[in-house]
Structures are given as C-alpha cells and as structure tokens.
C-alpha cells in the first residue's frame, strides 16, 4: 500500500513537520536504535500485536481518517514535548548563567521563542569560552544578531 492511499493529495489533508522534530527523529533512528526497539517490543507485547491481527483480519476496521488522526496526534505530542524540554533547558541554561533578568527585558510579542531560545544557547557557550563580556551581554548582543523584526512589530 502506498502513501498516497492513505492521505489524499487535497490540501486539507496535508500536515507540517518541523525541523526540530525531523532531527530528533533521524537523531532517535540513527543514536537510539535499541531503545526504540525495547519500545516497540514492549508495545507488540502489551497489546498492539493483538490489535494488529485484528485489523488484518477485519479491514473495516482500518479506518483511514483515524489513521491519518493517529499520525497526526503522535507527531503533534512529539513536537510539543520536543518544544518542552528546549524550553525546560533554555531556562536551566538561563539560570545557571544568570539570564533570568536580561530574560525579563525581551517583548514576547516582537521576539520569537526560537530566537530567545537560540541565543541563550548561544551566549550560554560563549560566556564559558569569553570572559570579557557577561552572559547577559552576549545574550542581548545575540538576540540582535538573530532577532528579524517585522513591520507590525515594529511600534512608531
């Protein structure tokens, strides 16, 4: 069976993937091969072998908008625990370098997550490397470097 017979070529059937769960992805299949099969062995034995023979069997089961619905809830929860633990160790990051203030300083609203995100990374490994400058600093002086602003964020 191919793809294309599970998920039609119209527009309202179509779903996104982010890149930050493509590596996780290719990162799990590539690093943590053996895991996942521990994962999917406890799943066969827990149930789902059982489930499966049930659908081979009775095809009327297969259900092509529950399966489309499965995928898409499995991805949608790996993409938001994804984008908690970034979060959980943006802040761990934060803390430890003593970001929180300069943190608290950055308009949500004109600043995305990704950019905060990835210049906390960033002046998080710079301040260890740069003793010149304070994290805080390098935070702000990272945040200019990636932060595009648009025209509607831009307040006159």
């Known amino acids: 069976m191919t793809n294309s017979s599970f998920f039609p070529e119209d527009a ?12 996780l992805l290719r990162w799990l299949t590539q690093n943590e091969d053996m895991k996942l099969k521990r994962i999917i062995s406890k799943a066969l034995s827990s149930g789902l072998n059982k489930k499966m023979q049930k659908i081979e069997y009775n095809t009327e089961l ?10 898409i809830y499995f991805f949608s929860m790996l993409e938001n625990i994804m984008v908690e633990v970034l979060n959980e160790q943006v ?5 430890e370098k003593k970001l929180i203030p300069a943190l608290e300083h950055i308009d949500s609203t004109v600043c995305d997550d990704a950019t905060v995100r990835f210049s906390v990374e960033k ?3 710079k301040s260890n490397t740069n003793a010149k400058e304070s994290p805080q600093e390098l935070f702000f002086k990272e945040i200019l470097k990636r932060w595009k602003p648009r025209k509607k964020n831009v307040h006159n």
Do not use: G, H, P
């Not at 802040?91 to 803390?95: D, H, R, S, T, W």
């Open 12 to 23: 309202d059937n179509q779903f996104t993937i982010s890149y930050e769960l493509l590596c």
């Open 62 to 71: 297969f259900n092509l908008e529950e399966a489309q619905q499965s995928i």
């Open 91 to 95: 802040v761990k990051q934060a803390v």
């Open 123 to 125: 002046a998080s490994s």
